[in-house]
């Protein structure tokens, strides 16, 4: 199982994007990560464990962006990773 969430808007994406991910951490807990596009250019940070790893990796960079997804994992094939925490990036990493 796992939580996913998307935001587009003028708010903090990435304050909201981090909320929804608390209210659906019981659908995973194993790792998170969050993509946010912003200016063209795609910003992702992943992390194992639970939201407040992600939300403290996060704190302190001020992304301003206008759309995000944000994704819990529970780790029911493969361990629980960063390389393994969603959202997965295409082969280019243009993608998540």
Do not use: Q
């Not at 063209?40 to 301003?64: A, H, P, Y």
């Amino acid at each position: 199982m796992c939580g996913i969430i998307g935001y587009v808007g003028k708010n903090k994406t990435k304050n909201v994007l981090l909320e929804g991910l608390k209210r659906l951490e019981y659908r995973g807990y194993d790792s998170a990560g969050i993509a946010l596009l912003c200016n063209n250019e795609l910003f992702t940070e992943k992390s194992v464990g639970k939201i407040v790893n992600l939300d403290e990796k996060t704190k302190d960079k001020d992304i301003v962006c206008d759309l995000g997804i944000a994704h819990t994992r529970w780790a029911t094939h493969g361990e629980p990773t960063e390389k393994n925490a969603h959202p997965h990036l295409s082969c280019n990493g243009d993608i998540a």
